[in-house]
């Protein structure tokens, strides 16, 4: 058991995606590819001390090895609750 409640792995075609806070901050690489995402039911972190309904983590790879990054990580929340439909266009 690793904690997700579901794992995708992503097609090796998927686009890259650039960090200039890898690089600029912690001296990694620009450049990194999409690898899978996967879901924790119940989030796996708060914000304010609030968990949320579930939490999606997308999980990069660089594209080359620097200052020993392996990955990057961009977590999102989701509640059933407490929604915002603003921003939406029709």
């Known amino acids: 058991m690793n904690g997700h409640t579901s ?4 097609d090796s075609k998927v686009q890259y995606f650039y960090s200039d806070l890898s690089r600029n901050v912690y001296g990694g690489d620009k450049l ?14 708060t914000v304010d001390n609030r968990r949320y309904d579930m939490e999606m983590h997308t999980v990069h790879t ?13 977590g999102m929340l989701f ?9 939406v266009s029709n």
């Not at 794992?7 to 992503?10: D, E």
């Not at 590819?33 to 796996?44: D, P, R």
């Not at 660089?62 to 961009?74: H, M, Q």
């Not at 509640?79 to 921003?87: F, H, L, P």
């Open 7 to 10: 794992i995708v792995q992503v």
């Open 32 to 45: 990194f590819k999409g690898v899978q995402f996967h879901f924790h039911a119940g989030s796996e972190h």
């Open 62 to 74: 660089p594209s080359k090895l620097r200052r020993g990054i392996k990955y990057a990580a961009v």
């Open 79 to 87: 509640s059933v609750d407490n929604y915002s439909i603003e921003n």
